[in-house]
């Protein structure tokens, strides 16, 4: 991960699975970020008591409360960010969080749907409207003219279960909600490459692949990938991201996934 060399990450979802485990290998690199911000709902709940023991080993992590149904809470907490900061800018934004439900195409509901779209698709559209303005503020500060997550990028956590192409692991569980949120996520990705790439940010998509995690799991069987070795991957691919990069969506060993 020597290619990686950020001042500042803000990941979302953090309490738990992938974000945590990002959050835990961004800490244990070579030269890591002088700051790593891990937001989640509750920091102070039973759920975040991993992170708690991690922040109060590492000085230079700082936990941040973020609802990311919340306009509000997304606020405040780009404005924690901000002070914490002291004038510097966000060089990377993880969009994580994300919730999942196991329901068929005969029993999905308007308010299943509009939980998980709040989440998995308005979310991070939300968040990296509150955090463009650090965005901008890294990428000119910057150094280098070519996009790179060094310099400013958003990478949004997307699902081949939203690929239109593939529609991975239909036979292990339809999870339509689901499906579609992050097939609407792709497409924002792609709409944030197009809008930021004028401000040096860039955008893509990122499938972590089936992993072991709580919501990995939901579908009943036991998946092939590991927190560790997903996130190694994925963190090897934000090393690799350049300017041909943006508005991608790959998976966490650089393959192109189909849209």
């Not at 004038?87 to 308007?110: F, K, P, Y």
């Amino acid at each position: 991960m020597a290619g990686l060399c950020v001042r500042s990450a803000l990941v979302t979802g953090t309490n738990r699975g992938i974000g945590l485990e990002i959050v835990k290998q961004l800490l244990q690199m070579p030269n890591p970020p002088e700051r790593v911000f891990a937001a989640c709902r509750d920091p102070k709940g039973e759920r975040a008591q991993e992170l708690q023991h991690l922040a109060s080993k590492h000085p230079s992590l700082v936990i941040i409360p973020l609802e990311v149904t919340d306009p509000t809470s997304i606020q405040a907490a780009a404005a924690r960010v901000r002070e914490h900061l002291k004038g510097s800018g966000l060089n990377l934004l993880i969009n994580n969080a994300a919730i999942v439900l196991n329901r068929t195409l005969d029993m999905e509901t308007l308010q299943d749907m509009s939980q998980v779209y709040a989440t998995n698709t308005i979310g991070p559209l939300l968040v990296s409207q509150a955090f463009l303005p650090l965005l901008k503020k890294a990428a000119q500060g910057s150094p280098s003219s070519e996009l790179s997550c060094s310099k400013a990028a958003i990478i949004n956590m997307s699902s081949s279960a939203g690929s239109i192409e593939e529609v991975y692991l239909w036979d292990y569980g339809q999870i339509i909600s689901y499906r579609c949120s992050k097939a609407a996520l792709n497409m924002l990705t792609k709409c944030q490459s197009l809008g930021y790439r004028q401000h040096g940010i860039l955008c893509a998509a990122l499938h972590p692949g089936w992993v072991q995690t709580d919501m990995g799991s939901t579908v009943g069987s036991k998946p092939p990938l590991t927190t560790d070795a997903s996130v190694q991957g994925m963190l090897n691919v934000l090393c690799s991201l350049s300017e041909k990069d943006t508005g991608t969506f790959l998976d966490w060993e650089g393959k192109v996934v189909p849209w």
